[in-house]
């Protein structure tokens, strides 16, 4: 399967570029991602690199437990930020990487898959549990004051912003990046992905790659 032109080099060939872009991308804010139907504000830029996005919270799971970094150190994070009441890209990521989950098989408990609200004021614990619970029981939801989500954010140099908006649910959107972070067991930046740029299986693979080389 892997001949010096065949898919295995296009593979490889695409997660060289993928890994440019995605440097890129944190480190420069080059690559500004909105929801479709949401305002566009500035992404956050950051020229102090992709050391900077670390894995650093203190935060409540959607089972009511208070939960840090700490509490998931020895394992890779998957990491995801957004809410519930999202209208388009929250439900489709969240499915994409409960998809990917699935395709980790049993190494999939190497990797804590996070999804963090933006909304900390309406995903409350019992809204958190619901929601998570509808995509994969493996995935974990983490909410928090605004000032605890605040700088969650702040640390993994990730944007939102709410935005009123009368045709809304409560009159409001939270507009914000649609980054998946892969972090390494030490909370450090590895990689970060976008939903549909790459099918399930494909993230699945490039995940345990990167799982494998174990920094
Ligand atoms: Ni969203």
Not at 29 to 44: C, S
Not at 154 to 182: C, K, Q
Not at 188 to 214: N, S
């Amino acid at each position: 399967m892997r001949g010096p032109s065949g898919p295995g080099e296009l593979r490889f060939v695409r997660r060289v570029v993928w890994l440019a872009a995605a440097v890129l991308a944190v480190t420069f804010g080059a690559l500004a991602l909105w929801h479709t139907n949401e305002p566009q504000e500035p992404l956050l830029v950051t020229t102090t690199g992709e050391a900077d996005v670390r894995s650093q919270f203190s935060l409540t799971d959607h089972t009511g437990r208070p939960v840090t970094e700490a509490d998931f150190a020895g394992r890779w994070q998957l990491v995801y930020f957004g809410y519930t009441n999202c209208p388009d890209v929250c439900p489709t990521t969240l499915a994409y990487m409960a998809s990917v989950l699935d395709r980790l098989g049993g190494r999939a408990d190497r990797v804590a898959p996070l999804f963090i609200t933006v909304d900390p004021a309406r995903d409350t614990v019992p809204v958190m549990a619901a929601f998570v619970a509808a995509f994969s029981p493996r995935l974990i939801g983490l909410t928090g004051t605004e000032a605890q989500v605040a700088e969650a954010a702040r640390n993994f140099r990730t944007y939102y912003e709410r935005m009123a908006d009368a045709s809304a649910p409560g009159g409001y959107l939270m507009a914000h990046s649609g980054y998946i972070y892969l972090m390494t067991p030490k909370g450090r930046f590895d990689a970060v992905f976008r939903e549909g740029d790459q099918p399930p299986a494909e993230l699945a693979e490039e995940i345990l790659m990167r799982i494998e080389k174990e920094k």
